[in-house]
């Protein structure tokens, strides 16, 4: 059974196992993007197994990984050991956190040369604690977050973890960064000029790391899961 899932022209996501974050546990996704060369751009990496390769290696040839803040990075090391010759692209902080691995270059708000003009991308300021790296694959016109988005279905959660979870907002009807991470935006200013850019985008469609995106009105879905920062 395959697992890659089109969600759009040249860009597809794949759902990884479920992880622990303190007790929190977490599904997983990934996309995988094709540029025009025919190279592949792997946002966020979940675990790879010999399925999942093979799937991947039948698109094209991976150059590039991307993790897009400095908690997405555990299948980084075998995504390099498996691809030797692709590029580790790292957010603000992860080099420092990750001694262990070698990155070519850290994310910002231009999109590289290898990308540019096929996928944009920002790095949403004004947190101290985490800077994330968000993307818009202009093809499919899709806006890709990790953790600054999390929409879990009712439910997933239980018992007090299912508590937290509410008054954090982050499970349905509710949507949007965790609050505790809500709170380390001191810069507010920043947070919505970065906002702001990526509404410009108009994206039609989102992907997220944690979660449900969505297929359409994706410019609506993006600004309620902002609402806090109104």
């Known amino acids: 059974m395959t697992r890659l899932l089109p969600w759009g022209e040249d860009l597809w996501i794949v759902d990884g196992p479920v992880v ?14 094709r540029l025009s060369g025919g190279k592949l751009f792997i946002w ?8 999942l390769k093979e799937e991947i290696d039948a ?13 997405h990075h555990l299948s980084l090391r075998q995504w390099k050991e498996a691809y030797p010759s692709a590029q580790l692209h790292a957010p603000p902080g992860l080099a420092k956190k990750r001694r262990d691995i070698r990155f070519d270059a850290t994310l910002g708000n231009e999109a590289p040369s290898d990308w540019a003009g096929e996928i944009d991308q920002l790095c949403f300021g004004g947190s101290p604690a985490m800077a994330e790296i968000v993307f818009f694959h202009r093809k499919s016109r ?9 929409h879990l279905p009712r439910g997933w959660f239980t018992g007090w973890r299912g508590l937290v ?14 609050r505790e991470w809500r709170m380390t935006f001191l810069d507010r ?12 985008w108009h994206p ?11 297929r359409a009105d994706g410019e609506a879905f993006i600004r309620r ?6």
């Not at 966020?44 to 399925?51: I, K």
């Not at 698109?59 to 908690?71: E, I, R, T």
């Not at 039609?204 to 969505?214: E, K, L, N, S």
């Not at 899961?225 to 109104?230: E, G, P, S």
């Open 225 to 230: 899961a902002f609402r806090w920062l109104a």
């Open 204 to 214: 039609g469609q989102v992907v997220i790391a944690h979660g449900d995106g969505v």
């Open 165 to 178: 979870a509410r008054l954090d907002g982050i499970v349905e009807p509710d949507f949007g960064a965790p």
């Open 142 to 150: 899709t806006a890709l977050f990790c953790d600054l988005i999390e």
């Open 59 to 71: 698109l094209g040839a991976v150059a590039h990984l991307v993790s897009p803040n400095k908690l």
């Open 20 to 33: 622990n974050f303190f007790g929190f546990r977490y599904p997983t996704r990934m996309a995988a993007i």
């Open 44 to 51: 966020s990496p979940v675990r790879l197994d010999g399925e």
């Open 189 to 200: 200013k920043l947070a919505r000029l970065a906002l702001g850019r990526i509404l410009d």
